[in-house]
């Protein structure tokens, strides 16, 4: 299957400072970009849509002036947790889709956000 | 919210077969059923996915009642890297689907 990576694997930061993650599909251009985000011991969540080259969807409940979403190009999006607080620390995930690709997303392995 | 039900938990033993079972009883007529796992601290994994047929790829089978309320995911010879949380998603696919996750069912594959 396709490969999508994240960047980083893990990070730490203090309250109030913002971290950029970034997802990336190494060997296709994916068309649509999901970001999810996981909670310890609960399921995966939705954040938002991303479509290359247009602005994001956010679920009800996301702040997208929070969770800044770029996807400049076919291979890249980055997840912008600005001002982040403790409440902010959970894993997140990204997934990359191509219409090409069936109906399949491929994931990425995830980024541990801990929020000081 | 999660169109489907599934069992919180379940075991199996190595080498056996693992019959994962999942109830989704108000899907669509143009809806497919997808099956993505998650091992502990990493992304999920597509499994694979179908629509009214019963599907079979190198890893699992997936059969789907005929009614299509219900369905079943198969993993023929469980080792115990299959150890994961599987979860059952209902969706219409094609572009901008979105997957939306439940608690799935936590599979413990015993030595």
């Known amino acids: 299957g396709a490969v999508v990576s994240q960047h980083p694997s893990r990070v730490i930061c203090k309250s109030g400072t913002s971290v950029k993650i970034e997802c990336r599909s190494l060997?296709?251009?994916?068309?649509?970009m999901f970001w999810y985000r996981q909670f310890p011991k609960k399921s995966l969540m939705l954040m938002a849509t991303?479509?290359?080259?247009?602005?994001?969807?956010?679920e009800q409940g996301v702040e997208k002036d929070k969770f800044l979403i770029n996807h400049a190009s076919l291979t890249l999006s980055t997840l912008t947790v600005t001002s982040a607080h403790p409440e902010d620390s959970s894993f997140y995930i990204c997934?990359?889709?191509?219409?090409?690709?069936?109906?399949?997303?491929?994931f990425g392995p995830g980024t541990r956000l801990t929020v000081l | 919210d999660a169109k489907t039900t599934q069992p919180p938990s379940m075991d199996c033993a190595e080498g056996r077969a693992a019959n994962l079972p999942c109830n989704h009883s108000?899907?669509?007529?143009?809806?497919?059923v997808y099956w993505y796992r998650q091992i502990h601290s990493q992304g999920p994994q597509y499994i694979i996915h179908?629509?009214?047929n019963n599907e079979t790829n190198e890893m699992a089978s997936l059969i789907i009642t005929e009614d299509r309320k219900s369905s079943t995911l198969i993993l023929p010879h469980a080792t115990l890297r299959d150890t994961a949380v599987y979860y059952c998603?209902?969706?219409?696919?094609?572009?901008?689907?979105?997957?939306?996750f439940g608690k799935g069912t936590l599979l413990t594959v015993n030595p």
């Open positions: 997934s990359a889709y191509h219409r090409t690709s069936g109906d399949e997303q491929f």
């Open positions: 060997d296709f251009q994916a068309t649509t």
């Open positions: 991303s479509n290359e080259g247009s602005k994001a969807t956010y």
């Open positions: 108000t899907i669509s007529g143009n809806e497919y």
């Open positions: 179908g629509l009214k």
């Open positions: 998603i209902v969706g219409s696919g094609g572009s901008n689907y979105k997957l939306t």
